[in-house]
């Protein structure tokens, strides 16, 4: 067997033959080592993609993990605002100030932030979130139907993101 070496500093490249003892010790995966391998990939992808922004009307809202639990603390305060008998459409207000939150969104624009524009983020977030596990475990289904995992596509089908 013969393999090509090449210094890229110098651009020598030679050919160089192998022993049977240095083919034998050529790392070989196995398939479940390369669908292991592919696996990790789109977990990765899931989960860059995850944070990638959720939807709500025409405007994308963060869905980085920080954004998550401010979006989080802003459903709860537009649920104690409904409880105490704002509407869903009342203007979202900071706790201490009791300032109407304008919220700024992916695009850089601000968004005056009600009640049900708070719920409705979270809920967008939870869909988004859904969506790409179920993309993932698609993904996942047809990797593992392949006999190589490491050539499989896993960048297509995937729900959309801010900025695609």
Same mark, same amino acid.
């Given at each position: 067997?013969?393999?090509?070496?090449? @210094?890229?500093? !110098?651009?020598?490249?030679?050919?160089?033959?192998?022993?049977? *003892?240095?083919? %034998?010790?050529?790392?070989?995966? /196995?398939?479940?080592?390369?669908?292991?391998?592919?696996?990790?990939?789109?977990?990765?992808?899931?989960?860059?993609?995850?944070?990638?922004?959720?939807?709500?009307?025409?405007?994308?809202?963060?869905?980085?993990?920080?954004?998550?639990?401010?979006?989080?603390? @802003?459903?709860? !305060?537009?649920?104690?605002?409904?409880?105490?008998?704002?509407? *869903?459409?009342? %203007?979202?207000?900071?706790?201490? /100030?009791?300032?109407?939150?304008?919220?700024?969104?992916?695009?850089?624009?601000?968004?005056?932030?009600?009640?049900?524009?708070?719920?409705?983020?979270?809920?967008?977030?939870?869909?988004?979130?859904?969506?790409?596990?179920?993309?993932?475990?698609?993904?996942?289904?047809?990797?593992?139907?392949?006999?190589?995992?490491?050539?499989?596509?896993?960048?297509?089908?995937?729900?959309?993101?801010?900025? /695609?």
């Amino acid at each position: 067997m013969q393999r090509i070496e090449s @210094n890229c500093a !110098t651009g020598v490249v030679r050919t160089v033959e192998l022993t049977a *003892a240095e083919v %034998a010790a050529i790392p070989v995966l /196995t398939l479940a080592q390369r669908q292991d391998a592919a696996w990790t990939r789109i977990k990765s992808e899931r989960d860059r993609r995850i944070q990638k922004g959720a939807k709500v009307g025409l405007k994308w809202y963060h869905t980085d993990d920080r954004s998550t639990v401010q979006h989080l603390g @802003n459903k709860d !305060t537009a649920r104690d605002q409904m409880a105490g008998g704002a509407l *869903a459409s009342s %203007a979202l207000l900071e706790p201490t /100030t009791l300032e109407p939150i304008v919220w700024k969104t992916m695009d850089g624009t601000f968004q005056p932030m009600t009640c049900q524009l708070a719920i409705d983020i979270v809920k967008a977030c939870k869909a988004q979130e859904f969506a790409h596990y179920k993309a993932a475990v698609a993904h996942q289904t047809a990797m593992m139907a392949s006999l190589t995992p490491e050539t499989y596509n896993h960048l297509t089908g995937w729900p959309a993101i801010f900025g /695609t």
